[in-house]
Structures are given as structure tokens and as C-alpha cells.
């Protein structure tokens, strides 16, 4: 049994990606020093991970580099294999084929696939048997991630990942991870935050919807939501958007400095790499940095952040284009 050191996304895929390593390979939750990241700040993770590391297996799961932060990476990534145990990363994003080459170069096991989820990558390449309860958590999971909704655990899963942010969302998120490693898919606890998470959620429809602005750029119509807070999450209320707007991408922000891109026929990817960021063609993210004198002016005039934020989204679709999946 060990005890890995595991970097995951904090969504639904990357908590279940988590779980499913954990389950095949007979770690337990609780024993292993689970990290949750974003990918824009993967760098910063693994750079504390190459401060202490010291013979632990690192895995890193449903986390994808991006252009801005590749180097970076890079240079953790060296000091951190010549002291663990052994590296690997499963991802399903995408990867530029120089990523690849540079990154099993250090010596990472590195395993991408494209045709299934985080979790789907995990259960094929962990050299495990797979039992059926892991094939369920799978086949839910990916059903939430791939936008398939086929499984009826998808959308309950997806949503109760949602409903706590920050350090409480960690220690939550770690409860959910633990409970799939031991193969509880749901439960009267999990019956009852969803329920509470979805009267939120419906709340949140409205005061999102009416807060969205659309703009017109290279053709393509623009929903932008500017410093919105609470449920729901940023998939289903850029779906939301999309549908009653008629826009082509959707464009939300919560605290001006992590933006999610969301689209059903546009490739946002394109727009978010301009924007430092990555992800998939139909759904990605990036991180910004707001001037220090548009922070400071927003303070006073809350309506600066939010034109700095459209004419940066509106710069970054001019130079991407509107080009489909």
C-alpha cells in the first residue's frame, strides 16, 4: 500500500480521478497528501511539492500545462523526479506534442488520452484490475465531463463538487474523494447538500442572467458575466447563458482574475492560450492579472473592473477569432 502525494483538479473529474488511483491502488485518502489546483496555478503546487518531496510517488491528475506556465513546470517537474519514488500525470486536455516529448523526457510516466475523461485515463493506465463499482464512478464521471449526462449519478455528482469554495470546498471535496476511493457513490449526507446546493442554484440563474452583457466581436456574439458570485458553477451557468442569450461563447468571471470560457460551437482554447490559459475547443480557463490601478479605482468605481475585464475578453477574440470546434 502507499501513500502517494496526489496534485488534482478541483472539479468533479479530478476529484473522482483522485479516488479512482486511490482504489486500484489500495491507497487510503486519508494517508495520502492530496493537493487541489487549478492549472494556472499547477506551477506554484509543484514548486512547493520539489521543496519537500522525498521519496513519495507524485501523481497529477486532470491537469493540463499551459503555455505561460510550461517552463515553469519543466523545472519543478526535474527537481521533483530526481526525489520521488516515480512521476505520473493522466490528462485527457489538450497537449502540444512538444509538451509531451519535453515532459516524458524528465522521466514522468505520462499518459494522455483524449476520448474519455481524467477518471477514464486513471482506470486504463494505473495497472490495476478494475472492478465494476470503479467502472461505475467512471462512467458517471465522465458523463458529467464530457457533457454526455447519460449516467443519472452525473448530474448529482457534478453538482454537490459545487457547493462549497476555498477552504471548506478543499475539506469537502476531500470527504466526496474519500467516499468514491470506497466505493459509496451517494448517500443520504450527499442527498441532502445537493438539495440544499440546487435552491441556490436556481437563485443563481436569474441574478446571473440579468448581470450578462453581450457584445458583438469578429461576428461573434459575447456573453460576458463580470464578478459573479455563487452557485451555480461556471459550466452550467455559461450553458444557461448561452441558451437564453443566443451567444456564440460565454465568458465568466468570479473574483477578476479566473475566467471561464464556454462555447457549443466556437474554439475557446484558441482564445484562452491568447490569454495565457487552455483547457478543451468547447470549454477552457485562464488567470489574469488586473493592473494594480484598475484594482485600486474599482474599489471606488466597481464599474472600471468591469469594462477593463470586457475590453480584455473583446482584445483576446479579435486576436483568437472565431473559429469552430
Given amino acids: 500500500m502507499e501513500n502517494p502525494i496526489i496534485i488534482t483538479h478541483i472539479d468533479l473529474d479530478g476529484v473522482a480521478a483522485a479516488a479512482v488511483y486511490c482504489r486500484l491502488k489500495g491507497c487510503r485518502p486519508d494517508k495520502a497528501r492530496i493537493m487541489f489546483a487549478e492549472p494556472e496555478t499547477l506551477p506554484r503546487v509543484l514548486g512547493e511539492v520539489a521543496g519537500w518531496i522525498n521519496g513519495e510517488t507524485l501523481v497529477i491528475s486532470d491537469l493540463g500545462p499551459n503555455a505561460e506556465s510550461f517552463e515553469n513546470i519543466v523545472g519543478s517537474l526535474r527537481r521533483i523526479v530526481d526525489k520521488a519514488s516515480e512521476v505520473r500525470w493522466f490528462d485527457h486536455h489538450v497537449w502540444e506534442e512538444e509538451w509531451t516529448r519535453r515532459i516524458k523526457e524528465l522521466g514522468v510516466k ?45 448530474p448529482k455528482l457534478f453538482r454537490i463538487i459545487g457547493r462549497y469554495r476555498g477552504a471548506k470546498g478543499d475539506q469537502w471535496n476531500r470527504r466526496i474523494l474519500s467516499l468514491l476511493a470506497q466505493g459509496v457513490l451517494w448517500s443520504d449526507e450527499l442527498q ?45 451557468l455559461a450553458a444557461y447563458i448561452l441558451s437564453r442569450t443566443g451567444a456564440d461563447i460565454a465568458v465568466i468571471t468570479r473574483r477578476y482574475s479566473s475566467l471561464s470560457l464556454r462555447s457549443r460551437r466556437i474554439n475557446v482554447r484558441r482564445i484562452a492560450v491568447e490569454l495565457g490559459g487552455g483547457g478543451h475547443p468547447a470549454a477552457s480557463g485562464a488567470m489574469v492579472a488586473m493592473p494594480l490601478h484598475v484594482r485600486l479605482l474599482g474599489m471606488i468605481i466597481p464599474f472600471v473592473k468591469k469594462r477593463w475585464f470586457k475590453n480584455l475578453v473583446r482584445k483576446a477574440v479579435r486576436r483568437a477569432g472565431c473559429i469552430p470546434q
Fill in 110 to 154: 505520462l499518459y494522455v488520452d483524449r476520448d474519455t475523461c481524467a477518471t477514464g485515463v486513471v482506470a486504463r493506465h494505473v495497472g490495476a484490475d478494475v472492478d465494476e463499482v470503479t467502472l461505475e464512478i467512471v462512467r458517471a464521471t465522465c458523463a458529467a465531463d464530457m457533457w454526455l449526462w447519460d449516467h443519472p449519478l452525473a
Fill in 192 to 236: 441532502e447538500v445537493l438539495e440544499e446546493y440546487v435552491d441556490l442554484e436556481l437563485k443563481g440563474y436569474v441574478k446571473g442572467l440579468a448581470r450578462t452583457e453581450v457584445l458583438t466581436v469578429n461576428g461573434c456574439k459575447v456573453a460576458i458575466l463580470a464578478g459573479f458570485g455563487g452557485p451555480p458553477g461556471n459550466s452550467l
